[in-house]
T-cell receptor
Framework: ETGVTQTPRHLVMGMTNKKSLKCEQH?????MYWYKQSAKKPLELMFV???????ENNSVPSRFSPECPNSSHLFLHLHTLQPEDSALYLC??????????????FGPGTRLTVL | AQSVTQLGSHVSVSEGALVLLRCNYS??????LFWYVQYPNQGLQLLLK??????LVKGINGFEAEFKKSETSFHLTKPSAHMRDAAEYFC?????????????FGAGTRLAAHP
C-alpha cells in the first residue's frame, strides 16, 4: 500500500449504529487530519493530530470521536449519527516541522450515508 | 482571518480552449498556496504549490499558477483543456500557524470540458 488509505470506501448506517472509519498513512508523516465534505459546502476541517496529540477540534459534535493510536493510524468513531452527517469523510496526512507550508496528502475518502 | 475565494463555482470550456480558474486569498503575510484537484469519487490530489521560490509555479497535467501579491491572486491556468480535466478544483492557503500545516480551502470550482 502507498500513500493514504481509507476503509471502508462506502458505509451505510442507521442512526442508532456504532461504526468506525479507518485511515492509514504510509508516508512516514507525523500529522493526520479528518475533513468532512458535504455537497455544496466547503471542506470542513474536523480534527487534527500532530505527533499523536490532538491539536484542533473544530466544534465537532461529540457523536464523532477521533482516535490516533500512533502516527500512521487515525480512526473516526461514529455513534448516533444524524442524516445530515451523510458526507464524504476525507483523511489526510502531512509532515509537521513546526511551521506551515507542508503539503497534505489525501486518502480517497469514505462515503457515509446515514439513514 | 485568512480566507480563500474562488470565483465561479462552475466553469465550462471547449476542448482545446484555455482554462482559467480564479483564486483570491486574504493574508497578512505571504502565505503558502496550493491547488488541489478532485476527480469523481476520489480524494484530493495536489496539482501545485507556491512556496515563494518563484511566482510562476508549474504543476502536473500541464497546469500552472501565477502568484500575484499586488492582486492577492493565485489563478490556475492550462493552455489547452482536455476532457480528462473535468473535475473539481480547490484553491487553499496555509497560514503561518507555528504548529501544524493547517489548510484553508476555497469552495471549489467544477470544471467541465466539452467537445
Amino acid at each position: 500500500e502507498t500513500g493514504v488509505t481509507q476503509t471502508p470506501r462506502h458505509l451505510v448506517m442507521g442512526m442508532t449504529n456504532k461504526k468506525s472509519l479507518k485511515c492509514e498513512q504510509h508516508l512516514g508523516h507525523n500529522a493526520m487530519y479528518w475533513y468532512k465534505q458535504s455537497a455544496k459546502k466547503p471542506l470542513e476541517l474536523m480534527f487534527v493530530y500532530s505527533l499523536e496529540e490532538r491539536v484542533e477540534n473544530n466544534s465537532v459534535p461529540s457523536r464523532f470521536s477521533p482516535e490516533c493510536p500512533n502516527s500512521s493510524h487515525l480512526f473516526l468513531h461514529l455513534h448516533t449519527l444524524q442524516p445530515e452527517d451523510s458526507a464524504l469523510y476525507l483523511c489526510a496526512s502531512s509532515q509537521d516541522e513546526g511551521n506551515s507550508g507542508g503539503t497534505q496528502y489525501f486518502g480517497p475518502g469514505t462515503r457515509l450515508t446515514v439513514l | 482571518a485568512q480566507s480563500v475565494t474562488q470565483l465561479g463555482s462552475h466553469v465550462s470550456v471547449s476542448e482545446g480552449a484555455l482554462v482559467l480558474l480564479r483564486c483570491n486569498y486574504s493574508s497578512s503575510v505571504p502565505p503558502y498556496l496550493f491547488w488541489y484537484v478532485q476527480y469523481p469519487n476520489q480524494g484530493l490530489q495536489l496539482l501545485l504549490k507556491y512556496t515563494s521560490a518563484a511566482t510562476l509555479v508549474k504543476g502536473i497535467n500541464g497546469f500552472e499558477a501565477e502568484f500575484k501579491k499586488s492582486e492577492t491572486s493565485f489563478h490556475l491556468t492550462k493552455p489547452s483543456a482536455h476532457m480528462r480535466d473535468a473535475a473539481e478544483y480547490f484553491c487553499a492557503v496555509s497560514p503561518f500557524s507555528g504548529g501544524y500545516n493547517k489548510l484553508i480551502f476555497g469552495a471549489g470550482t467544477r470544471l467541465a470540458a466539452h467537445p
